[in-house]
């Protein structure tokens, strides 16, 4: 089974100005610029010790089987196209307009991770009671279905946003009116709307993983961790490995260690591990079953189950003509003066730009360049 292919790109650095962190309103422990339950807007509250380098969830399984999925449809669009002269109007798959000729068949999956703490060690601490969370890992996944190429853009959560008629980070909506308030805010910051969305939690992306057999991972730095599931301290080291459930949270989750850009370090290491578990499937084609079926039972979806299990069984035949992109969004921020909070500056004609490089089969770090890993020294 060949191989997919994997678009390289250069990493220049960017330093935005770092500022102290903060707690969450929920009480999850998560970048600088959350308040605390009932705190007036813009009210900082100090997060705990610096060894727990917390992040956030993400759906790293649900983006690989997703893809598999996408790339199994193409396939199927493909055969389809040589038994029919026309192709229905119903096969467009976002409302974005593209300048490729593929555009009217590309297709947008939006990925949700969000952080309740529900079967977690934390569900029984106030702050963290009503079990609702926030959609503090988003990815926009473009698939291409002529070209088999697909493209992951994360949405950085700090993103300004307005929600509920007050300024906030985007993923906020998540919290105040769940999955479709989330893809409307995506809509309006990207134009793109999305025609799939995947929706995981912690404990179900351990399980995802768990159940598909871990994952081979590259820890890019040390590491060091509390399993939010378990509770017990994880430590990873640099180098190629493979993880359970519980180390590829980690692995995903993990922001602080970082020495700069510390979210979008974060995000580079979540696409590679995307691109890794997507060559896991792939080599597996026997099992490309199993694994639809693990995604249904672990995520919420508008994605037909019955679609979703046809698409993944056909996405072997097509492992070796797939290309990956993987980029973000503008992500440089600061502290905002008016709210407290650390906001990345909303910017609509950058991610517009974003969106034309992707719709055209483009690299879309050719408009925003990513940083440099590097571990914290302190």
């Not at 191989?3 to 250069?10: N, T």
């Not at 192709?87 to 307009?97: D, E, I, N, R, V």
């Not at 508008?302 to 993987?326: G, R």
Request: with cysteine; proline share 6%; net charge negative.
């Amino acid at each position: 089974m060949g191989s997919p292919k994997h678009a390289s790109h250069a990493a220049p650095s960017q330093q935005p100005p770092s500022s102290a962190p903060r707690q969450s309103y929920s009480g999850q422990q998560q970048a600088p610029g959350y308040r605390p339950a009932g705190a007036a807007p813009g009210t900082p509250v100090d997060m705990p010790s610096k060894r727990k380098h917390t992040g956030r969830n993400v759906c790293i399984v649900l983006v690989v089987l997703a893809l598999a999925a996408a790339a199994a449809f193409a396939g199927y669009k493909m055969w389809q196209g040589g038994q029919s002269s026309s192709t229905s109007a119903s096969t467009t798959a976002s409302t974005t307009t593209a300048a490729s000729d593929t555009s009217e068949q590309a297709y947008y999956v939006l990925i949700v991770g969000e952080d309740s703490r529900t079967g977690t060690t934390e569900i029984n601490e106030p702050n963290y009671a009503d079990g609702k969370g926030r959609s503090d890992t988003m990815m926009l996944v473009r698939v291409d279905p002529v070209n088999y190429k697909i493209t992951l853009v994360t949405i950085p959560r700090d993103t300004e946003a307005t929600v509920d008629g007050t300024t906030n980070k985007i993923n906020d909506a998540f919290y105040s009116g769940g999955i479709d308030a989330c893809m409307d805010q995506v809509t309006s910051l990207t134009g793109v709307t999305p025609k799939y969305y995947l929706v995981t939690t912690f404990v179900n992306f351990e399980n995802l993983v768990d159940q598909l057999g871990g994952v081979q991972a590259n820890v890019p730095i040390n590491m060091t961790l509390d399993d939010i599931v378990s509770g017990k301290e994880i430590t990873l080291s640099p180098g190629p490995q493979k993880l359970n459930g519980a180390s590829a949270l980690v692995d995903a989750r993990v922001r602080k260690a970082y020495a700069n850009d510390l979210d979008a370090c974060r995000q580079i290491q979540d696409r590679s591990l995307v691109q890794s578990l997507i060559q896991q499937v792939a080599d597996n084609p026997s099992s490309a079953a199993t694994a639809a079926s693990t995604l249904s039972s672990n995520v919420q979806t508008n994605w037909p189950a019955a679609d979703l299990v046809s698409e993944v069984k056909n996405f072997a035949s097509n492992s070796s003509k797939i290309t990956f992109y993987s980029g973000t969004g503008p992500y440089a921020g600061d502290i905002d003066d008016a709210t407290g909070l650390w906001l990345v500056p909303r910017d609509e004609t950058t991610w517009k730009k974003v969106i034309q490089v992707v719709d055209q089969g483009g690299d879309p770090t050719s408009v925003v360049a990513l940083p440099t890993v590097a571990e914290a020294t302190d």
